[in-house]
């Protein structure tokens, strides 16, 4: 017996000395984060008599697995620490996060009242137990969309982040190619990530079988991790990636991956990554999503100042660089994890959120863009959502499809993609309330290159406002828009001729994203080059100008106006009659013309009329070649050619680039010929649910006059102080709605506006007090005008 004993402490002695190091070999892993290999050891540890070390090792065991995210051991190894004496509160918090995930909401609640007695100075405790109250009365609705694992883009590791990019969708993924990848991340102990990108076996049907993905080339893969990534137009990338193996010192003074943001152009050539400004070693920096003129990025950070454990920040790019981060506010961000931002038409942030009341881990959230302020985020509801981690959503273009990442049990991997459709509330519902979103291009008209930095200017003629854009180096631009009301746009850069259009957006129209009629095309201004004069048309034999050969003149009348050039203007024939007669009527047809432009203001020398006759044809159609009507057409035409380029002596016009792009401007700031041009039709045929072209026959173009001699045509006033409302391309009945109930309403006629007037004060001081009153009714733009003898004469 006495032997017996002996052995027995050697044997208790020899464990103990065993589990010391073992304890010692977990921490070290778990310090570096390869919390994969510390579980096994602290398993072990967790099996010694020494109840310190068991405590140590039971609670660290518990982190490993919550880090790991495998919900059912977090459980059972945070309640395992909760019966230790003197047991750390947190225990009780991540317990009761454990219980959400597994829809145990009773027991959850226990759990963060507890925690809530051990820490009363932790808000977190209170939240969470009446989440955990509230989220029963979710547990019985209708399902927010259909749902379903996205198959073969899922594998054994871990798939999320979906992004649309070309015809496809681009996914990050930790999947080992194979035996030859040796890269481990020692947090899952499997490989980095890389992006990877699949398409629908059906042309854009994503709900159907996608293909086995495949990774992408070296322009987005590196060495460590990349992804997710954020496309622009197919032709711009935003990626979060890792490029150190160690970086960041931690408490124990260990390096590890913190999370930077890259950009880049994306071409045929090399991609050059630009590194974010505000990248650090000290925090992570990751998930950028940006606005469709690309000045704006929404971002996540873990930056100590945050209001949880990872926050949504704004930084806004002008002058060439990123502004200071701003963080999204408490309306967005809570005191948990805010992570994997999205946006979707400039109007809608979707993000991931464990912070907010939701079923357990992280939900998917939506968030509206109202007046500039984002609005209380709104739970996309199950199953959409699970009372697992659900997080990185990408939204197809009709708004009620798309791709999520979940690791809800019954997945193929740690984290899975699925696919949803048919969502119904509360995404449709917020949805179909925002404004669509129009874009377009703007090119050069011969290159057919993208111009960059072209300022847009769009006239919304309901409001009478111009919104001030500014192209992307894709020479994209977009902005909200309205169903029903007619925009204007025109884009202007210096040097180049400007580009306008028209369109209006049919009422009954469903799409989201609008493209305008056709691209905006700049012509370069320059010496020798030779532009055509389209749609000027001669009576046989005749050289006087016509009425509609007035328009395409008045346009090279605005552009004299606007641009300090002398130019050549030249008239053609076709070949169809004799040299002479062909010489001398071109001549006529060009003094003709020079003489008509003179009349507009425009100064004779600066003008050069030059016929041309039969010697310039553009095709074979020469004397005796027998050609088509058309043909002989193209050859009688009308030109110009700029002979020179001189500075400017005067600028009385408004310069485009004193306004800077997302400004919205009175129109009665521009010159009043500034749009003229734009109210003819536009070249190119217009996508489907954009009406036609407005033409000059069926509305006028708002032409601004001076406000001297401006006739009343409505009622009759004396000498008196009027408060003016509005103005409109179209004429509006007095009592209209956009009137805001106004009484005494008259209406003037100035050039091509119809205006509209209230009152009829003695006092400037009385129309003042008026003023007041409509602006509080809602007629912002109101202002006071003089009126002497029926006629408006000043503004005020």
């Known amino acids: 017996m006495k032997n017996k004993k ?417 969502a119904k509330q509360p995404v449709k519902k917020i949805v179909t309330a925002e404004k669509l979103l129009v874009s377009g291009y703007v090119k050069d008209k011969t290159t057919k290159m993208p111009l960059a930095g072209v300022k847009v200017f769009v006239l919304n003629t309901k409001t009478n406002k111009v919104k001030v854009l500014e192209t992307d180096p894709d020479g994209y631009f977009s902005t909200p828009a309205e169903k029903g009301v007619l925009y204007v746009t025109k884009a202007v850069k210096p040097d180049y001729l400007a580009d306008c259009l028209n369109f209006r957006i049919a009422p009954a129209d469903t799409v989201s994203n609008q493209k305008t009629p056709r691209d905006l095309l700049l012509d370069k201004l320059e010496v020798n080059k030779v532009f055509l004069i389209e749609n000027i048309y001669y009576d046989l034999d005749k050289w006087y100008i016509r009425e509609d050969a007035k328009p395409p003149l008045d346009n090279l009348v605005a552009i004299l106006k606007q641009y300090p050039i002398r130019i050549e203007l030249s008239s053609h024939t076709d070949s169809r009659a004799s040299d002479g007669y062909n010489d001398e009527l071109s001549q006529k047809r060009a003094e003709s013309a020079v003489r008509y432009i003179m009349l507009q203001g425009i100064d004779p020398s600066r003008m050069i009329a030059r016929g041309y006759g039969e010697t310039r044809l553009v095709n074979k159609c020469s004397d005796g070649v027998e050609c088509s009507e058309p043909e002989h057409q193209a050859n009688r035409r009308t030109e110009f050619k700029i002979l020179s380029i001189d500075e400017p002596e005067t600028d009385n016009q408004i310069d485009p680039n004193i306004f800077k792009a997302g400004e919205e401007i009175d129109v009665y700031l521009f010159d009043p010929d500034f749009f003229h041009s734009c109210f003819g039709g536009n070249a190119n045929e217009e996508p489907t649910g954009i009406t036609l072209p407005v033409t000059q026959q069926n509305i006028s173009p708002p032409v601004l006059q001076p406000v001297k001699d401006q006739q009343l045509v409505t009622g009759t006033f004396e000498n008196c102080y009027c408060v003016q409302l509005l103005a409109s391309v179209t004429e509006i009945a007095l009592d209209d709605r956009e009137l805001k109930g106004a009484t005494d309403v008259r209406s003037y006629f100035s050039g091509k506006w119809y205006k509209y007037v209230s009152g009829c004060t003695k006092t400037y001081e009385e129309a003042v007090v008026l003023r007041k009153e409509l602006v509080e009714k809602g007629l912002t733009n109101a202002f006071v005008v003089k009126v002497e003898n029926g006629k408006i004469v000043s503004a005020h």
């Open 6 to 422: 002996i052995i027995i402490a050697v044997l208790f002695v020899a464990f103990s000395l065993q589990v010391f190091p073992q304890i010692k070999r977990a921490n070290r892993q778990y310090n570096l984060f390869r919390y994969s290999k510390a579980i096994p050891l602290y398993k072990k540890a967790a099996q010694s008599k020494d109840e310190k070390t068991s405590k140590e090792a039971t609670t660290k065991l518990a982190d490993c697995y919550r880090f790991i995210n495998d919900v059912n051991e977090t459980r059972s190894w945070y309640l395992k620490a909760t019966e230790f004496e003197g047991t750390d509160p947190l225990n009780y918090y991540y317990l009761g996060q454990a219980l959400r995930s597994l829809q145990k909401y009773e027991e959850a609640r226990e759990a963060f009242r507890k925690f809530a007695e051990l820490s009363p100075t932790d808000k977190r405790g209170q939240i969470y137990a009446d989440f955990s109250l509230d989220i029963t009365e979710w547990l019985d609705l209708p399902p927010s969309a259909e749902v379903k694992n996205a198959g073969t883009l899922n594998s054994k590791y871990s798939d999320f982040g979906p992004a649309f990019y070309k015809n496809g969708i681009v996914l990050a993924s930790d999947r080992q190619l194979s035996l030859m990848d040796s890269r481990p991340y020692y947090w899952t102990n499997f490989s980095y990530l890389d992006l990877y990108y699949s398409e629908p076996k059906f042309y854009q049907d994503y709900w159907s079988e996608m293909s086995e993905p495949s990774s992408l080339s070296q322009k987005f893969n590196q060495t460590y991790h990349d992804g997710p990534a954020y496309f622009v137009n197919d032709s711009k990338i935003y990626l979060t990636r890792t490029t150190m193996e160690r970086v960041k010192k931690g408490a124990q003074n260990v390096r590890t991956h913190v999370l930077k943001i890259y950009y880049a152009q994306l071409g045929d050539g090399k991609v050059e990554y630009k590194d974010f400004p505000f990248n650090t070693d000290q925090y992570s920096n990751g998930h950028p999503t940006v606005f469709s003129d690309q000045k704006t990025m929404i971002f996540v950070s873990d930056k100590p100042e945050g209001k949880g454990g990872s926050d949504l920040y704004k930084t806004v790019f002008e002058d060439g660089k990123w502004s200071d981060p701003e963080n999204l506010g408490d309306q967005i961000n809570s005191l948990g994890n805010e992570v994997f931002p999205h946006l979707v038409n400039d109007s809608l942030l979707y993000f991931a959120s464990d912070g907010l009341l939701g079923y357990g881990g992280l939900d998917l959230f939506v968030s509206s863009l109202v007046d500039g302020k984002w609005s209380a985020p709104v739970n996309l509801k199950a199953p959409v959502n699970s009372s697992f981690d659900d997080f990185a959503i990408a939204v197809s273009e009709d708004m009620a499809s798309g791709f999520f990442s979940s690791d809800r049990p019954g997945g193929q991997g740690s984290d899975d993609i699925y696919s949803f459709r048919k």
